[in-house]
Every structure is written in C-alpha cells, then in structure tokens.
Nanobody, 126 residues
Framework: VQLQASGGGLVQAGGSLKLSCAAA????????MGWFRQAPGKEREFVAA????????FYADSAEGRFTISRDNAHNTLYLQMSSLKPEDAAVYYC????????????????????WGPGTLVTVSS
C-alpha cells in the first residue's frame, strides 16, 4: 500500500484546512487509517483514526471537537478536516495504515502502523 498526504499549507489561527491521503493498493480499503503529526523536536503524536469501514472514529483530546476524520473507500481516500486551528497544531501531518483488529489504544500508537506516506506541512500563523 502506498500513501500520499496532501492539503497542507499556511493558515491563520482560527482558520480551517482539509488534508487528504490517497491510498493505492489492493488492501487499502480494508486498512484502518490514522493521522499523526510531528512538530520539530517532538515525537510523532496521534491525531485521529478511523476504522476500515468508517464506522468508528477516534480522536486525541487535542483534536476532539475541532478535527473530523473521514474516508471514502470508493476512492481510497482519507480526510482530515481541521477547524479552529491553533499555532500549536502546526506540524508535519502523516497518514498511516494498519490491519487487523486493533483496539482504540493501539490505533493511537505510531509504531503499530505498517505503512506511512510522506507528510504534508501545516503552518498556523498567530
């Protein structure tokens, strides 16, 4: 499976941005997917995850209520709609994929993901 994130850019605090992650490969539609982010000097941190069929979603506390994860399996695309952006949301955002029957806790662990795409940079100006 190959993943390619896009949609990053410069946005003012309080603004919105929608990230996309295009997945290629036969197993893409059966993968659970997650968004993580990594700011300079920090570890990659969980943002949101979604089950393979889109029926279950999970969010980090920092994203709850502001970000929405979704997917379109017909087009093998994952999305992250981000609203009310804050300067602390600035980071490189990555999408990842994993299979199996992960718990919510596992979905929040970057090392459990099998595939990652190149990240997309989100910059938030204050």
């Amino acid at each position: 499976v190959q993943l390619q994130a896009s949609g990053g850019g410069l946005v003012q605090a309080g603004g919105s941005l929608k990230l996309s992650c295009a997945a290629a490969g036969r197993a893409a539609s059966s993968a659970h997917m997650g968004w993580f982010r990594q700011a300079p000097g920090k570890e990659r941190e969980f943002v949101a995850a979604i089950s393979w069929n889109g029926e279950a979603t999970f969010y980090a506390d920092s994203a709850e209520g502001r970000f929405t994860i979704s997917r379109d399996n017909a087009h093998n695309t994952l999305y992250l709609q981000m609203s009310s952006l804050k300067p602390e949301d600035a980071a490189v955002y990555y999408c990842g994929a994993l299979w199996g029957k992960p718990t919510a806790r596992v979905l929040g662990i970057a090392s459990k993901y099998s595939y990652w795409g190149p990240g997309t940079l989100v910059t938030v100006s204050s």
